[in-house]
């Protein structure tokens, strides 16, 4: 997706990415809306039942880039041998 930019700047995206997620976290992880964040109201993500959906689409995700992975490097032998 990002292959047409330099791999400096694909760094820089990701630094810019993880400072926001680090800077974030705590919103990220609270399940509210923004009146009940403003005055504190929030519960955690983890007890309601959109945090454990989160963690289960995130471990499918990771799991489908595996496999896909694993699939390509075969693939790529099989192309190399010929």
Not at 30 to 43: E, I, S
Request: hydrophobic content about 55%.
């Amino acid at each position: 997706m990002l292959g047409f930019l330099p791999p400096v700047a694909r760094g820089a995206i990701a630094f810019v990415l993880l400072v926001l997620v680090v800077a974030g976290i705590h919103r990220l992880s609270t399940a509210t809306d923004y009146l009940g964040y403003q005055t504190n109201q929030g519960v955690s993500l983890f007890a309601v039942q959109l945090g454990w959906a989160f963690v289960v689409s995130l471990l499918a995700l990771f799991g489908s880039a595996i496999y896909i992975a694993i699939e390509l490097g075969r693939d790529g032998r099989r192309v190399r041998s010929r």
